[in-house]
C-alpha cells in the first residue's frame, strides 16, 4: 500500500540512487526529530548545564526543534552569580536559526530568529557600594541567591573567555522589563539588530529598528517617566563589560532616537550636575511633557540632540532652598564662544524660592534663565568643568528679614521689616562664582543694636567666591541708601535722616573653612565671620554722617554731623579690624555735638587703628576750620573760632560692638563771642535776668574718659548790657570756669574752685558809674547741671570792693535812699552764699558779708515775678534791716538783727 501511495505521488519517476539518499535523509530527520526533542526536553541535560548552579543556571519550560539549526523555546531562563555582579534574565520564548558545527567551537551563531517578553533582573557589588542604605530596599531580588555586599571585591580574575553568542537579524518583541540596581523600565514594541558577545570577553551590538511604547522608568520605586515612546537606531561598540561595568561603558554607545513622554522626576541631573546626594540635597524633580531627538555619539550628546521639556511643575531642593514653579527645559548642545558646550538651558516663569526649614518665600521671581555649558558632555560620569550662568530678572522679595539667617548674630543687626526686588546674574565655573546681585528695596526697616532704622536701599552686589581658595571677593559693589532715618527705641532721640552713597573698588574676606552650600546657613556664617581676614578699600559720600553714631555708646558724650565724602582702607583678622585700618572724612559743613552745643565749619575727620596691651583702640582727630558753635537747638552762633581740634580713642572690641573706656577731647584754643545775648539760654529766664549786648573772647578745653572727665573756660567780656531785676546796667565780666565730671551722661559737674569776676558797673537810668567796683564769686562745694537753663546749687565766697551795688540790683534804692548810701557803700568787704539757679529763678541764701564795721546778711530770690527777700546791714553800732517784695519796702531800725533772724530764708 505504502508503494502505491509513494507511485501515486511520482516517487517512481525519482532516480534510484536519488530516491536512496532522498530515503536517507528522511530517516535522518525522522531520527532527529526524535532524539533531538527528547535531548533538549530531558532533565538530564539541564542538569548537565547546571552543574554549578551557585555560579550559573539555565532552565527553560519547553522546547522543540524541527530540524538542525533550529530551535524554539519556552520560559528560558538564564542566572549567574559572580563575586561582582548577580543576574537572572528570563525570556518567555524563543525562535531562532543556528549554526550547529558552530557549537563545536563554543559558539551559538543565530541567523535570524525572535525573542519575547524580556524581563533582567540584575545587582552589582559598585552599585550597592554606591547606594544609600535606604536605597537597597530598592534594589532586585533574585532567588536563590545571597545578595552581593559592600564588602564584594572591587576586582576579581583574570578569567578564560567562555562561549560566543553571535545573534543576528534578531528580533526582540513584547513586553520589556529590565531592573537594574535601583533603576527600573519597562516597555513594549521590538527592536531589530545583530548583538555579539562572549562570555568574559567583548561584547557589542547594532540595533538597525527600534520602536517601544508605553515606557515606564523608576528610580526607588518611585516614577520618573511615563507613557514614553521611543523610536531610532543604536549601536553598542566592542568593549569588555568586565573591564567597563556601569557608566563607564558609555564610551562605546550611540543612539539617534527620537522620544516623547511624561516625566515625573528628573533625577538623572542630580547626578550628571554633581548635585551631591551624600549632602542631603534631593536635586530635581521635574514633571511635565517632553519630545525630540536624541542624538549620542561614542558616549557624547551630540549637536543635533533637541529635546525639549514642557514642565508644569519644577521643584528644586537643597539643604538651603526649595524652588517651586514651571517653565521650559531645553537639552539642546551648541558651541559657545568659550570653547565650551551649552547643553542644557532652563527657562522658568513664576518660579518661587522658599527658605527650606522654615517654608519662608525667600524670592518670587518672574523670569529665570539658566544655562549649563561644558568642555565635553560624555555620560560615562559627572559632567567636568561645569559652567552655570544663572540670570534672575523682575523677582520680588517680599520680607527682606528672611536674610536674617545670613547675618552673622554677633553683628546684633537685624532686618525688621521691608519688601524688596532682587535681580542677579551669575556664573558657577571651577568653583569660583562671580557676578552680580542687585536688590532695592523703598521700606528696608533695619535693627542695630538698640536703634532702629529705616530707608531706601539700592545694593549693587557684585561678587567672586572660591570655594577652593576660601576667599570672597566685593571689588565693584554699590551701596545706596536714601531717606535713611534712625533713632534710639529706648530714649525716644529725636530721628536722623541721611542719604549715603558707598562704592568698594576693592574688598575681599578670606574665611579659615571653606565656604560650601552648608557653611552658608545660620549656624555657621557667624563661625565663618568671626575668624575670617579680609581687607576693603572704600569711598563714597554722605549727607549726615551721624549715621556712624553706632560706633559710640554713652561714654562718648560727643556726635558728628554734616554731609561730605570719606574713603576708607579696613584690614580685618580673624574678624577684628586691626592696625593699618584707616578712614578719613572730608566736609564743608562739619559739626562736632558736644553737651548742648555744635561747632561747625569746614573740617576734617580721620580715624585709625592702632593695638595696645593687646588690645583694638579706634582713635578719631577732629580738625575743623572757621567754626561758629551754636546751641543745638539755636542757629545763632555764640562762638566763632579760627579752628578746633578734638580726639576720640576707644577700645574696639570688634567691629559690631560700640567702642569702650572711651577718652574725649576738645580744644578750643582761642574764639570770639560776637554776640554775648545767645548765653541767655543759660539764665534762669529773660525777666530774672538777661544780658542785651556784648561781645567777648572764649577759650576751653576738655577732657573726659570714663574714669575721669575735666573741663575748663576761660571766658572775658567788657562793657556787656544786662537787665537784672528789671533794671538795666552794663559791667565787665571775666570767667573761669574749673569743671569736674560727677555724671557727664546727665550733664553733672563740679565747679569748685571756678571764678566769676564782675566790675566796672555802670546803671544807665541813674548815670551812677563805679569804675572801680570789683565783685569775685569763688565756687564751692559745688554741683552743676548743664542744661538751658543751667541748674546750679554751689556756696560761694564773695569779695566784694563795696556792698552797695548788691543792694542795689535787688532793692532799686540805692538812688532813692541817698541817706543811708554810707552805710551801704563800704569798700573791701568779704563773705559768703548758698547760691541756687534754677529756671526762673536765681536765690541767694544766707548771704553772709563782713567788712571794717560792716555786717551785711540777707536772703534775696529773684523770680519773673520780681526780686523779694531781706537784707540786714550793720555798720557801726547802727543796723537797719529792709525786706522788700517787688516794690513794696519795709524798713526796721529797731532790733533790726532779731527781724532778720526770724527770716526762714528761701
Do not use: C
Not at 537639552?331 to 526649614?357: A, C, Q, W
Not at 520680588?396 to 536674610?403: N, R
Not at 578670606?510 to 569711598?539: M, N, Q
Not at 565766697?797 to 535812699?817: C, H, I, W
Amino acid at each position: 500500500m505504502i508503494a502505491n501511495k509513494v507511485r501515486n505521488i511520482g516517487f517512481a519517476r525519482v532516480p534510484h540512487s536519488l530516491r536512496w539518499v532522498l530515503l536517507v535523509l528522511f530517516s535522518i530527520e525522522l531520527v532527529y526529530l526524535v532524539i533531538a526533542n527528547i535531548v533538549i526536553n530531558a532533565d538530564w541535560l539541564q542538569a548537565r548545564i547546571n552543574q554549578n548552579p551557585e555560579h550559573f543556571e539555565m532552565t527553560w519550560g519547553s522546547a522543540v526543534t524541527w530540524m538542525p539549526g533550529h530551535v524554539k523555546a519556552t520560559n528560558v531562563s538564564f542566572r549567574s552569580n559572580t563575586l561582582r555582579q548577580q543576574s537572572k534574565t528570563d525570556i518567555g520564548r524563543i525562535n531562532v536559526w543556528f549554526s550547529p558545527l558552530a557549537l563545536l567551537g563554543k559558539r551559538f551563531k543565530s541567523y535570524r530568529g525572535s525573542i519575547d517578553n524580556i524581563t533582567t533582573k540584575v545587582r552589582t557589588a559598585r552599585m550597592v557600594r554606591e547606594a544609600r542604605e535606604e536605597e537597597l530596599n530598592h534594589f532586585p531580588v533574585i532567588s536563590g541567591l545571597d545578595p552581593v555586599s559592600r564588602s564584594s571585591p572591587e576586582a576579581y580574575g583574570p578569567f578564560l573567555p567562555g562561549w560566543r553568542f553571535e545573534l543576528n537579524q534578531v528580533r526582540f518583541n513584547g513586553d520589556i522589563d529590565v531592573a537594574v540596581g535601583q533603576f527600573k523600565i519597562k516597555a513594549n514594541g521590538y527592536a531589530l539588530g545583530d548583538v555579539q558577545y562572549r562570555i568574559r570577553d567583548q561584547l557589542s551590538a547594532q540595533i538597525g529598528v527600534t520602536n517601544l511604547q508605553n515606557i515606564l522608568v523608576y528610580v526607588n520605586d518611585e516614577s520618573v517617566l511615563v507613557d514614553g515612546t521611543l523610536s531610532g537606531t543604536a549601536r553598542i561598540g566592542a568593549h569588555i563589560p568586565y573591564l567597563y561595568p556601569g557608566r563607564s561603558r558609555a564610551p562605546f554607545i550611540s543612539v539617534d532616537v527620537n522620544l516623547a513622554g511624561v516625566l515625573d522626576r528628573l533625577d538623572i541631573l542630580n547626578y550628571y550636575l554633581r548635585i551631591d546626594k551624600l549632602d542631603d540635597w534631593p536635586g530635581f524633580t521635574v514633571k511635565g511633557d517632553f519630545q525630540g531627538r536624541m542624538v549620542i555619539e561614542d558616549g557624547s550628546v551630540q549637536t543635533a540632540t533637541d529635546v525639549l521639556l514642557d514642565a508644569t511643575t519644577f521643584l528644586f531642593e537643597s539643604n538651603q532652598f526649595k524652588a517651586v514653579g514651571k517653565g521650559k527645559i531645553q537639552l539642546h548642545p551648541v558651541h559657545s564662544k568659550r570653547d565650551t558646550i551649552r547643553f542644557m538651558t532652563f527657562e522658568l516663569n513664576g518660579l518661587k524660592i522658599f527658605e527650606n526649614r522654615s517654608q519662608e518665600l525667600f524670592v518670587d521671581t518672574r523670569h529665570i534663565e539658566v544655562g549649563f555649558e561644558s568642555p565635553a558632555t560624555h555620560l560615562d560620569g559627572p559632567l567636568q568643568n561645569i559652567r552655570t550662568d544663572v540670570t534672575i530678572t523682575g523677582s520680588k522679595v517680599p520680607s527682606l528679614s528672611v536674610f536674617n539667617r545670613y547675618i552673622p548674630e554677633s553683628t546684633r543687626s537685624s532686618v525688621v521689616a521691608g519688601a524688596g526686588e532682587m535681580s542677579l546674574s551669575l556664573v558657577f565655573e571651577h568653583g569660583v562664582i562671580t557676578g552680580k546681585v542687585d536688590i532695592n528695596s523703598d521700606n528696608l526697616r533695619l535693627k542695630v543694636r538698640n536703634r532702629e532704622t529705616s530707608a531706601s536701599l539700592a545694593l549693587g552686589l557684585s561678587l567672586s567666591a572660591d570655594s577652593e581658595k576660601h576667599t570672597f571677593a566685593i571689588d565693584g559693589t554699590t551701596l545706596r541708601i536714601d531717606n535713611f532715618i534712625g533713632h534710639d527705641v529706648t530714649d525716644g532721640s529725636t530721628p536722623v535722616s541721611a542719604n549715603a552713597q558707598l562704592n568698594i573698588t576693592k574688598g575681599s574676606i578670606k574665611f579659615k573653612d571653606p565656604v560650601t552650600s552648608r557653611s552658608v546657613s545660620k549656624e555657621r556664617l557667624a563661625h565663618l565671620v568671626d575668624f575670617a581676614d579680609g581687607y576693603l578699600k572704600l569711598g563714597g559720600s554722605i549727607s549726615d554722617i551721624s549715621l556712624i553714631d553706632y560706633l559710640m555708646n554713652d561714654e562718648a558724650h560727643i556726635r558728628f554731623s554734616g554731609p561730605g565724602d570719606f574713603d576708607a582702607d579696613l584690614v580685618m583678622k580673624q574678624g577684628f579690624i586691626v592696625h593699618g585700618s584707616n578712614a578719613q572724612f572730608a566736609s564743608g559743613l562739619l559739626g562736632v555735638h558736644f553737651l548742648d552745643v555744635i561747632a561747625r565749619g569746614q573740617g576734617k575727620l580721620s580715624a585709625s587703628f592702632f593695638e595696645q596691651d593687646s588690645s583694638r583702640f579706634l582713635k578719631i582727630d577732629t580738625a575743623i576750620q572757621s567754626v561758629s558753635v551754636i546751641h543745638d537747638d539755636k542757629q545763632t552762633a555764640f562762638i566763632q573760632a579760627p579752628a578746633i581740634h578734638s580726639q576720640i580713642t576707644g577700645r574696639a572690641p570688634d567691629v559690631t560692638e560700640p567702642l569702650t573706656d572711651i577718652s574725649f577731647t576738645l580744644d578750643i584754643p582761642e574764639a570770639q563771642v560776637p554776640d554775648i545775648t545767645a548765653y541767655n539760654v543759660y539764665l534762669p529766664s529773660e525777666k530774672t535776668m538777661r544780658l542785651t549786648s556784648g561781645v567777648g573772647q572764649l577759650s576751653s578745653h576738655f577732657d573726659l574718659s570714663s574714669n575721669d572727665s575735666t573741663g575748663r573756660i576761660v571766658l572775658s567780656a567788657t562793657d556787656i548790657g544786662a537787665v537784672f531785676n528789671g533794671q538795666p546796667l552794663s559791667l565787665d565780666m571775666s570767667m573761669n570756669i574749673d569743671l569736674v565730671g560727677e555724671d557727664v551722661k546727665q550733664r553733672t559737674f563740679s565747679i569748685d574752685g571756678s571764678l566769676v569776676k564782675f566790675e566796672n558797673i555802670k546803671y544807665p537810668n541813674t548815670n551812677i558809674q563805679l569804675q572801680d567796683w570789683t565783685t569775685q564769686f569763688t565756687f564751692v562745694d559745688s554741683i552743676l547741671k548743664w542744661i538751658q537753663p543751667i541748674q546750679l546749687e554751689s556756696k560761694v565766697n564773695l569779695a566784694m570792693t563795696s556792698t552797695g551795688p548788691l543792694v542795689e540790683l535787688f532793692s532799686g534804692r540805692y538812688d532813692t535812699y541817698r541817706w543811708i548810701k554810707d552805710m551801704l557803700s563800704v569798700k573791701n568787704v568779704t563773705g559768703s552764699t548758698h547760691m541756687r539757679m534754677r529756671p526762673g529763678e536765681l536765690v541767694l541764701n544766707k548771704v553772709d558779708i563782713r567788712g571794717e564795721n560792716l555786717e551785711v546778711q540777707a536772703n534775696l530770690k529773684v523770680t519773673d515775678d520780681g526780686a523779694q527777700g531781706i537784707v540786714f546791714n550793720r555798720l557801726g553800732v547802727l543796723g537797719a534791716t529792709v525786706e522788700f517784695n517787688g516794690a513794696k519796702r519795709e524798713w526796721s531800725l529797731i532790733s533790726a538783727k532779731k527781724t532778720f533772724e526770724r527770716h526762714p530764708g528761701f
